[in-house]
């Protein structure tokens, strides 16, 4: 396979019959075009061109090879049309990187309001633990992750959220709870942050008489207490909507809460420019969350 700057040269020498019409149309030399098309001849060991005083003619080997060479680049051309309409979305689209609690428990059942304001805007949710990076080509525009400071200086950082925890279980299992010595039958299920001992302590209730489940994700531990399965420690951003419908309940109210030096934070490039659409979503983000804190 001949390198594609040969066939360029050829195909523009070819339609022009002529090297300097077909170096105007390139935007290259004289010589760039007479040197590449020589390149191609050499590589192919045919003569695809006679030079005359006034330009160009075709070989017969360059007659019949051009009109190959003319639906090849039509070939290109037509499958980086095919394509524009989907970079096109992409570059309309917000992709936000969450973590997957999160995005479970709290950004997926509000999409619909960012839907109603802004239907043209795709938004894309990566749900990963991960701190990726962020505002290039092929990368997430924004995250949100439970976080604390210090964060690097090449992000700007807007807290959301506070993660402060309090108990949540069924209300099955929440009418059995009448005081804080009922703990210790209680089932407690695990996260992987494991707050259990700390929050047990700044409540002074004792420790539970059997081992609970654990789980890697805060959202499963959420699922399996709406089930049933026992209590769960939670912040008020991941269970607003299941204590609001009545799918969970907080058998000792949400005062007494583990303080905690984290936070769920929006992060955004320090960029000169940012997209309409990102700055539309950020601003949706930032106005929810603030809807949502609970005294």
């Known amino acids: 396979?001949?390198?594609?700057?040969?066939?360029?040269?050829?195909?523009?020498?070819?339609?022009?019959?002529?090297?300097?019409?077909?170096?105007?149309?390139?935007?290259?030399?004289?010589?760039?075009?007479?040197?590449?098309?020589?390149?191609?001849?050499?590589?192919?060991?045919?003569?695809?061109?006679?030079?005359?005083?006034?330009?160009?003619?075709?070989?017969?080997?360059?007659?019949?090879?051009?009109?190959?060479?003319?639906?090849?680049?039509?070939?290109?051309?037509?499958?980086?049309?095919?394509?524009?309409?989907?970079?096109?979305r992409e570059r309309r689209g917000v992709t936000v990187t969450v973590t997957p609690s999160f995005a479970a428990k709290w950004l997926i059942p509000r999409l619909g309001s960012f839907a109603a304001i802004a239907p043209d805007v795709e938004v894309r949710v990566l749900a990963s633990e991960s701190t990726e990076r962020l505002g290039g080509q092929g990368l997430p525009d924004l995250a949100v992750r439970l976080a604390a400071p210090p964060f690097e200086r090449s992000l700007e950082v807007q807290r959301l959220l506070s993660d402060d925890l309090f108990p949540v279980c069924s209300p099955a299992i929440a009418e059995t709870l009448s005081g804080l010595d009922d703990l210790a039958g209680a089932t407690l299920l695990h996260d992987a942050h494991d707050a259990w001992p700390l929050w047990l302590e700044l409540a002074n209730a004792p420790a539970p008489r059997r081992l609970g489940p654990r789980f890697n994700q805060t959202a499963l531990a959420l699922s399996a207490a709406v089930d049933g399965q026992g209590v769960a420690l939670a912040s008020s951003a991941l269970v607003a909507a299941d204590l609001a419908h009545g799918r969970l309940k907080a058998p000792f109210g949400t005062v007494l809460r583990l303080a905690s030096e984290r936070a769920f934070y929006l992060v955004t490039p320090r960029l000169t420019r940012i997209r309409p659409e990102v700055s539309i979503f950020r601003s949706w983000l930032i106005d929810a969350c603030g809807s949502d804190l609970i005294a």
């Open 1 to 88: 396979m001949p390198p594609l700057a040969t066939l360029r040269a050829f195909d523009a020498a070819a339609r022009h019959l002529n090297f300097r019409l077909a170096a105007e149309e390139l935007n290259v030399t004289h010589g760039a075009v007479a040197q590449q098309v020589r390149a191609l001849e050499a590589s192919l060991g045919v003569a695809l061109f006679e030079r005359e005083p006034r330009g160009l003619a075709f070989t017969p080997t360059g007659r019949a090879f051009h009109p190959q060479i003319r639906r090849a680049f039509a070939l290109i051309n037509g499958a980086m049309a095919a394509i524009e309409p989907t970079r096109e």
